[in-house]
């Protein structure tokens, strides 16, 4: 059991631009979720991955947000057009039966 | 999902018992409660779970009253390393997304 990694660890990016962070869980855990956390605050929800089929998502992610997890394994989260309130730690978890496993996030930060 | 209330601060020192209340008015029959713990710099994670009355493992303690509408966390003898935040979630089994608050922030003293 290696944990939830994700990818990369920090990431500076100009508004505007497109980012994508990946996310690997614990290879037996089918269930995967993606939140953001901004200073101060606890982790918000943004989706859920059952397998590969995304059955939940937030109103917090808008259209520039997309998420996908191909054949039920790692996960990737896409933010389109970045903007400085995007600046965040993109969170990934992964359940399996004794609950969830977190990854040490993505920061990122949007100059 | 039960909302819950809990300290945004607490301060201790070294070597001390510390307790974290939290509240969960609006807590339903089948709901867990769950605290999780989070350091700068990575994801939260899991300390302990319980439903009634007395949980302990090797980390905390978990006490839960009858009418289940508020816990505490305890842990004893805190070391530097325990400075963090803790947050405490309400909700039940199987698949449900966590519902995370502002937390407790946890500073320990030399």
């Known amino acids: 059991d290696t944990g939830v990694s994700q990818d990369p660890r920090h990431k500076i990016t100009k508004r505007g631009q497109n980012v994508t962070f990946r996310c690997d869980p614990i290879?037996?855990?089918?269930?995967l979720y993606w939140y953001r956390q901004t200073l101060g605050q606890g982790p918000e929800f943004l989706t859920y991955?059952?397998?590969?089929?995304?059955?939940?998502k937030s109103r917090l992610l808008s259209d520039r947000f997309s998420a996908e997890r191909p054949k039920g394994s790692f996960s990737t989260l896409e933010i389109q057009r970045t903007e400085q309130g995007d600046s965040a730690m993109y969170l990934c978890?992964?359940?399996?039966?004794?609950?969830?496993?977190f990854g040490s996030g993505t920061r990122l930060t949007v100059v | 999902l039960a909302k819950t209330t809990q300290p945004i601060s607490m301060d201790s020192y070294e070597g001390q018992e510390v307790n974290i209340t939290c509240s969960h008015n609006?807590?339903?029959?089948?709901?867990?409660i769950t605290w999780y713990q989070q350091f700068p710099s990575q994801g939260p994670r899991f300390i302990i779970q319980?439903?009634?009355t007395k949980v302990t493992n090797e980390v905390a303690s978990l006490f839960i009253p009858a009418d289940r509408k508020s816990s505490t966390l305890s842990l004893p003898r805190v070391s530097l390393s325990d400075t963090a935040v803790y947050y405490c979630?309400?909700?039940?089994?199987?698949?449900?997304?966590?519902?995370f608050g502002a937390g407790t922030r946890l500073a320990v003293h030399p």
């Open positions: 978890a992964s359940q399996g039966t004794y609950g969830y496993t």
């Open positions: 290879s037996e855990h089918n269930r």
């Open positions: 991955f059952q397998n590969e089929a995304q059955l939940e």
């Open positions: 609006n807590i339903a029959t089948n709901d867990y």
């Open positions: 319980g439903y009634k």
């Open positions: 979630l309400v909700g039940g089994g199987g698949y449900n997304k966590l519902i």
